[in-house]
């Protein structure tokens, strides 16, 4: 059944009960009432309509004072009769006044906006003080509840109406977050109806379960590569190069060489966990802290401060890094690929590969160091390495090149294509063979070796 949203679907006995004598007021899931609840609303106009007719409660103080559809009071020493009926009351809040008319304790209603994923399963939970202990929503799906944000001294004494956050995080699903006081700029919470945006859907970027990471769900990832990565939550900045200039970070993730999915998936499963997930000396716990990756289409981008160690390098040119000053570092371009070689280069044991710049014209000044030439260049990759070496019976050999920094052939050269010529040379299979083309801005560069068979060459005698 739906949320009774129309006094007519209240009786007294059946769904209602007022106790005069404890002065309560009874939720009973029966009749017309489910998990879906009644407002207050109904549930006050209900009750004025019983009090001006029912002989025994007229005689009885009324228990409501209305201020608005969405706020309430309780007055005159009534009360609601236990948690059970506190949490079927919807889309209003209410205050506890004694018969002084003293706040004894005040409720607000949280109700959340947008569509869960699943609502028959998926389960919001909330914060009501920084480093607290988060509360579960009573029912899982959409949120339309009351949340208890202020006891008196004479009760159980807190005050929580500066501080709500609401959590959605559910496996293999995108993550919900709301900081109610912040977004909405409340210093100061009340007792009445709150809506606030609250969604999840499939996470395309998570393919995985908790078991792939957690072989035995005790909170420790002991699955490679996840067992090797770590958060560590850092008290002073850290110092981090990109592209050649140092930009400070406070949180540290180590990848240990996953792929950038893989990182993510670690990332969100420890944001899961009720524990401690700070790989050093300060206690962070999972499940309420801040989420710290976002996949933008295939980019991989970092919440503010946060840096990852120990990714793979064919994932640089999709990784964003927001240092703790908010702005985004990326580091130069690497272009990458693969170099491919036949088979009578595969089979020739002897056989070496080299890859040079044909030219050097694209630097301001250029100095004719081209191929063919004494000043020919080997081109370097990534880590400044020359792009040659045996090619040791592999079909394919992968090679990065620094495309927005590599300046080998001179000033102003960084930033273009590099032209190449590509050359490999066995003894007894492969006969020598140059390629030429272009590593341009992109990491599907191919250079492809094909070498004749060599059906003339002469081994040397000892």
Known sequence: MARITDPSGLNQETEVVFDTSEQTIQL???GN???EGVTLQALYSFAKDEWRTDEGLIK??????????????????????????KNLIRDAGWALRDTDGTTLEEYMNITSLGLFNDSATDKAYYLQEDGGVPEEIALPGEVNQAVQIFSAATLDDFNYRGFFRIYLREQGKTYGFYDLNVEQNIPELTFRKYALPLVNEIDLNYDITDTDIDSNGDGTADIAPYSGMSITYHETNQTRNIGGDDYTFDIIIDGNQGTAEQIYQFVQWSLRQPDDIDDGPGDVRG???????TFIGDTLQTSE????????????????????TGEIREFPFVAAGNMVFNDNLQTDLDSKYFVFFTNDSAATTPQGNDFGTDGAILIEDNDGLPLTGDVGGNETISFNYDYDGNVQRGAGSDGTNAPFTAVAVGLNTAQYVVTTGNITRTTANVINFVAALERNYIEPNE
């Open 287 to 293: 499940d309420t802290a801040e989420e710290l990756l």
């Open 60 to 85: 009885y103080p009324f228990p409501f004072v209305a201020i608005t559809g969405e706020q309430f009071e309780l007055v005159n020493g009534w009360d609601f009769a236990d948690v059970e009926t």
């Open 28 to 30: 009973i899931k029966a």
């Open 33 to 35: 009432l489910t998990d």
């Open 305 to 324: 401060g946060v840096y990852i160690d120990n990714f793979r390098a064919e994932d640089t040119n999709r990784l964003q890094f927001t240092d703790t």
